[in-house]
C-alpha cells in the first residue's frame, strides 16, 4: 500500500471515550483497510464493543509496541498517525521484538554531571497517562492546543508531558515500560534516589518508579521541574510543576431584588456549588480551593431600591449600572495563604435571580451567567434556577470559570507572562471558554491561576 487518505475523527474512540457514531465508524473502517486479509474484519456500524476494542489494542500493541494498550484512538495522537501512515499494514502483520534489557554496569544511558545523556534521536518510552484520571496533564506529544489560546512572553517547553502535583501530594503517571529492566531518572538537579533539587539544595520532589508507573511527590512548589527516564535506549521527558495549595476566600450574597424577588439558591445548595467547584475542577487542576468565609441575605431594604427582576450591569452608563448599588456591601478579609502561595484579595459573589451584562458600548445588553469586576473582586452571577430546578453543577462551573479570569487579572499586575488576561479560550471543552461546558484548564491557565517560581535545578552532590 503506497499512500494512505489522511482520516480525523472529532472525538476520542475507543475505551471510556466519548465514541461518535461517525468517529468509530472511520476508525473501523481504516482498521479493516489495514488488517491482514486472513483474520475476521470488523462490522462496520458505527458501535464500539469488545471487537473493535480489543482490535484497536492489538493494532497498538504490534504496530506502536504499546506494552499496556488503551484500547483507546484520541483526535491527535500517536495511535491516529498509525492508523494514517501506510507502513502500518506490514507492522500489523508481524509483533516486534522486544529489545533485550540493557545490563546496569554497561547502560549507555546513564548521565554524569559532566556529560548527561542526549534524548535527541532516541525512541520515545509511550506515556499513557495518570493513573488517578484526573486532569492537570498534558501528554507528549502534545496537540497544539495543550498550551492554551493565552499570548505567553516565554512559551512552555513541548519537548515532554507534563503534571501538575499537589504540595505535599503524589501522582503516578502509567508509561509504557518494562517492569523487569531497569530505568534510569535522570536530569540537572536529580540524584541516585530521585530527589529533584534546586541550586539551594532543596528538595522540590521525589520521582520513582513503582511497576510501569512514574510516581511523583511534590515537596516544594517549582514550576516545569524536568525528567529524564531512559530505559533499553528508549526516553521520556516529563515536566513537573509542583503547587501549593491556594485559598481563594469568598463572601457570599443571596440578592432580594424586590419584594418577593430573592435568589433561589439556598444556603445548602450553595456550599455544594462550592464542593462541585473545588473538587472536580480547581483542586485537581491547579490545587486552587474556593473557601467559603460566609453568605448572607441581601434585602432590597438593605440596598434601599428595588432593582427590579432583571439586574443589570453597564460598565458604559453609569446611570443604567444596577451593579453599583452592591458595591457598597463587599468585604475585605485578610487571609492567610499556606506556604508558597500568593496573597489574593477577598472574593464578594452576589448571587442574582437573573442579570444582563452590556459587552459592548451602544449595545443592548444580554443574558449573562456571570461577571466579574477585576479591580475590586466582585462577583455577580445569575443562579442558574428555572421553577423549582437550581442547576448546581452550572453554577459552580461559572464561578470557577469567573475566579479564573480574576486570578489570570491579578497576576497580569503583578508581571507575569500572562499579557493578554481578558481573553477567553477558543476550545469548547475548557473552563474559561466562554458560556461553554467545559471544565478544562489549559496548561498556561493552571500555571497563572497558581503560579510558582521557576527555581533551575543543579547537580546535586
Known amino acids: 500500500m503506497s499512500s494512505l487518505p489522511k482520516i480525523s475523527i472529532a472525538r476520542s474512540v475507543g475505551f471510556r471515550a466519548q465514541n461518535n457514531i461517525a468517529d468509530v465508524r472511520t476508525v473501523q473502517k481504516r482498521l479493516n483497510l489495514l488488517l491482514d486479509p486472513s483474520r475476521t474484519p470488523l462490522v462496520e456500524d458505527g458501535f464500539h464493543g469488545p471487537l473493535t476494542k480489543g482490535m484497536i489494542g492489538d493494532f497498538q500493541s504490534k504496530v506502536l509496541g504499546f506494552m499496556n494498550p488503551d484500547q483507546r484512538v484520541d483526535p491527535v495522537g500517536p495511535t491516529l498517525s498509525a492508523l494514517n501512515d501506510a507502513a502500518s499494514e506490514a507492522k500489523w502483520k508481524v509483533a516486534p521484538v522486544t529489545p533485550k534489557p540493557v545490563p546496569p554496569k554497561d547502560n549507555p544511558d546513564k548521565p554524569t554531571p559532566d556529560k548527561p545523556a542526549d534524548p535527541s534521536g532516541m525512541p520515545k518510552i509511550p506515556v499513557f497517562g495518570p493513573t488517578d484520571g484526573s486532569p492537570g496533564f498534558d501528554g507528549f506529544p502534545a496537540p497544539s492546543q495543550v498550551l492554551g489560546p493565552l499570548q505567553v512572553k516565554i512559551s512552555p517547553a513541548r519537548d515532554g508531558a507534563w503534571i501538575m502535583v499537589p504540595e505535599g501530594s503524589e501522582r503516578s503517571i502509567r508509561i509504557g515500560i518494562d517492569p523487569d529492566s531497569p530505568v534510569r531518572i535522570a536530569g540537572k538537579g536529580v540524584d541516585e534516589e530521585g530527589y529533584a533539587c534546586s541550586f539551594t539544595k532543596e528538595r522540590l520532589l521525589r520521582a520513582v518508579i513503582k511497576g510501569q508507573c512514574l510516581v511523583i511527590k511534590g515537596l516544594n512548589s517549582c514550576k516545569d521541574c524536568k525528567l529524564d527516564l531512559f530505559q533499553n535506549g528508549k526516553h521520556l521527558r516529563v515536566y513537573v510543576s509542583v503547587k501549593p495549595r491556594r485559598?481563594?476566600?469568598?463572601?457570599?450574597?443571596?440578592?432580594?431584588?424586590?419584594?418577593?424577588?430573592?435568589?433561589?439558591?439556598?444556603?445548602?445548595?450553595?456550599?455544594?456549588?462550592?464542593?462541585?467547584?473545588?473538587?472536580?475542577?480547581?483542586?485537581?487542576?491547579?490545587?486552587?480551593?474556593?473557601?467559603?468565609?460566609?453568605?448572607?441575605?441581601?434585602?432590597?431594604?438593605?440596598?434601599?431600591?428595588?432593582?427590579?427582576?432583571?439586574?443589570?450591569?453597564d460598565s458604559y452608563e453609569n446611570k443604567r449600572d444596577e451593579f453599583k448599588y452592591l458595591k457598597p456591601f463587599a468585604k475585605e478579609r485578610a487571609f492567610p495563604q499556606p506556604s508558597g502561595a500568593d496573597h489574593i484579595k477577598t472574593v464578594n459573589v452576589f448571587i442574582v435571580r437573573e442579570m444582563v451584562s452590556t459587552q459592548k458600548k451602544g449595545e443592548r445588553p444580554t443574558k449573562a451567567n456571570g461577571l466579574m469586576d477585576y479591580d475590586t473582586g466582585m462577583c455577580l452571577l445569575d443562579d442558574r434556577s428555572y421553577r423549582k430546578t437550581t442547576h448546581i453543577n452550572s453554577i459552580a462551573r461559572t464561578l470557577s470559570h469567573e475566579v479564573g479570569h480574576l486570578l489570570i487579572q491579578q497576576l497580569y499586575t503583578h508581571n507575569a507572562d500572562i499579557v493578554q488576561p481578558h481573553a477567553h479560550n477558543p476550545y469548547d471543552d475548557a473552563l474559561m471558554y466562554p458560556g461553554g461546558l467545559g471544565n478544562k484548564l489549559y496548561r498556561v491557565e493552571v500555571e497563572a491561576m497558581n503560579p510558582t517560581s521557576f527555581r533551575p535545578p543543579s547537580w546535586y552532590s
Do not use: M, W, Y
Open 247 to 313: 485559598i481563594v476566600p469568598i463572601f457570599a450574597f443571596h440578592v432580594e431584588h424586590g419584594p418577593g424577588l430573592k435568589s433561589r439558591v439556598s444556603s445548602g445548595e450553595l456550599r455544594t456549588v462550592f464542593k462541585i467547584a473545588n473538587s472536580e475542577v480547581l483542586i485537581p487542576q491547579c490545587n486552587v480551593e474556593l473557601r467559603l468565609l460566609g453568605d448572607e441575605l441581601l434585602s432590597h431594604k438593605d440596598i434601599g431600591r428595588h432593582l427590579g427582576f432583571v439586574v443589570r450591569s
